[in-house]
């Protein structure tokens, strides 16, 4: 047999486990001949799955009660299960939990174990569920609870974006468009850029729980159940809005999920678009920040290097995020009603896109703020490429000239300006004047970097008045995770 992962170890402790059994404990009544090993292997999700013992533990939890209250479970089996599955956390938490593929994922392994613990009680719980709707309700549970912590992340990281804007509202740098140099910005309204950014994936992340907060409970396998359930019950208990209102949508759809990954991938693009911009600015060619150096790395050849690692695999992971949506997307698209199998594999995409943006925002909330800014060479870079003509040509519109006709007169005196090396602001009057009479020696307040940002003084504007008003508004708009 080749050599594959299902192949090695798995399969070994497996083989030993179906050694002295005839079919699956938790299903094999219909069955004649017990599971291939292998199969066993292929089909179980404990592996990975198991993270989420602690949602699918709250989920029975919430699930006998319910049954006790409307009468389907006697009050010492629902205290011997309560109790029973607040033992089994205690021993996941102490890993002394016996995790096995024998019993296939997280829900047989602990109702596995609940039954060992308690007896019959525990074969109870199962009454009215299927795993269909149990496994729907667990990974809404889990989802939920990350993203709170990734809500939480994100602000944090958009506070240390404000105070950087604070800080660095009067600095002055060139804006780019085409990457080339287009008018001068100030580093704080670059920042307030970012934090735009964030915000929307912020208000994104709070907006897809409000659809995938409903409980899928009751739903059981896909029709829901005969027994007298209250769906609201268990619904109010694990903090969702309402039970799912359609059975066979509630344990098929993964749209939530779907939704959550798309919004991270969101997210993840903007991350690599600043890790782009501080992998740049910190290069030798812009030198515009230093990156802290325990965010760096060094080369184990060239003894001057400081590499940006940090914001390189922030863009790198970008690519697995996107991968994951793309891969949740294809494992969907087609799949009839109901529930199919093909949905155990939605969790792999998933938990990895809420590690690597865990991952990523707390590396970025960390080092951004703590970004060194090079006040003069950012200076500098936005004194070259004629970065104040914008403002020479609305200085001209303002004496009378259409604005067309406007932007030729400057396009002129730039080329001027690249033959004779000479920005706007270093040229005589007299040389300004060839182009237009109507230039006056007012015009070196319009041509200077100051009186450029200066000017764009409204709303959503980068004069530094306006960034500051910007970032107090901000800070009241910050996201409540
Ligand atoms: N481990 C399964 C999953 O993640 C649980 C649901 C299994 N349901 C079933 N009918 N086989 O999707």
């Known amino acids: 047999m080749p050599e ?25 009544g219909r069955f004649s001949e017990q599971t291939d090993a292998f199969v066993e292997a292929f089909t179980a999700s404990v592996e990975f799955d198991q993270r989420i013992y602690k949602q699918d533990i709250t989920g029975s939890k919430a699930h006998a009660r319910m049954l006790h209250r409307v009468g389907v479970l006697s009050a010492a089996d629902c205290e011997a299960i309560l109790n029973g599955l607040d033992r089994i956390i205690e021993e996941i938490e102490a ?32 009454t009215g569920r299927s795993r269909n709707d149990q496994v729907a309700t667990d990974i809404r549970l889990y989802l939920r609870e990350q993203i709170t912590v990734i809500i939480a992340q994100l602000v944090d990281l958009q506070k240390g974006l ?13 804006g780019f468009t085409h990457l080339q140099v287009a008018q001068p910005v100030t580093f704080g309204h670059h920042m307030m850029a970012w934090f735009e950014m964030l915000q929307r994936d912020a208000t994104r992340m709070s907006d897809c729980v409000v659809r995938m907060n409903v409980s899928p409970l009751g739903a059981a396998a896909l029709a829901g159940t005969s027994y007298p359930i209250d769906r609201d019950f268990t619904a109010t208990e694990l903090g969702f809005s309402a039970p799912a209102a359609n059975s066979l949508d509630a344990v098929s759809d993964r749209d939530f999920a779907l939704e959550f990954c798309a919004v991270a991938a969101i997210l993840m693009t903007h991350l690599s678009r600043m890790a782009e911009e501080m992998v740049m600015w910190s290069s030798a060619q812009f030198d515009f920040i230093g990156l802290p150096d325990r965010y760096c790395t060094g080369s184990s050849i060239m003894p001057q290097k400081k590499n940006p690692d940090v914001p390189e695999l922030v863009r790198g992971k970008t690519g697995r995020v996107n991968g994951n949506l793309i891969s949740l997307l294809t494992l969907m698209k087609s799949q009839p009603l109901a529930y199919n199998k093909d949905n155990q594999e939605d969790k792999e995409p998933l938990f990895d896109t809420i590690d690597t943006v865990i991952a990523s925002l707390r590396a970025y909330a960390d080092m951004v703020p703590a970004l060194k800014c090079k006040r003069e060479n950012m200076y500098r870079a936005a004194k070259q490429g004629f970065s104040t003509a914008t403002d020479l040509a609305d200085y001209l519109v303002r004496k009378g000239l259409p604005f067309r006709d406007a932007h030729e007169v400057v396009g002129k005196a730039v080329a001027y300006g690249v033959t004779t ?15 237009a009479d109507i230039i006056d020696e007012d015009v070196f307040d319009v041509l200077t970097l100051e009186g450029s940002v200066a000017a764009r003084d409204h709303v959503g504007g ?20």
């Open 4 to 28: 594959c992962k299902y192949c090695s170890d798995i399969l070994a402790s497996s083989m030993s486990e179906n050694d002295n059994k005839q079919t699956n404990p938790s299903w094999g």
């Open 95 to 126: 890993g002394e939990f016996a995790w096995s593929v024998t019993r296939e994922d997280v829900h047989m392994n602990i109702e596995a174990r609940l039954t060992e613990l308690i007896g019959d009680a525990g074969k109870r719980l199962h």
């Open 162 to 174: 404000l105070d950087l804007a604070e800080a660095e509202a009067n600095t002055i740098m060139p």
């Open 421 to 435: 090396n000479k920005d706007l602001s270093e040229m005589a009057i007299g040389e300004l004047k060839v182009f």
């Open 462 to 481: 980068t004069a530094p008045e306006q960034v500051r008003k910007a970032i107090a508004q901000a800070r009241k708009n910050l996201v409540n995770p």
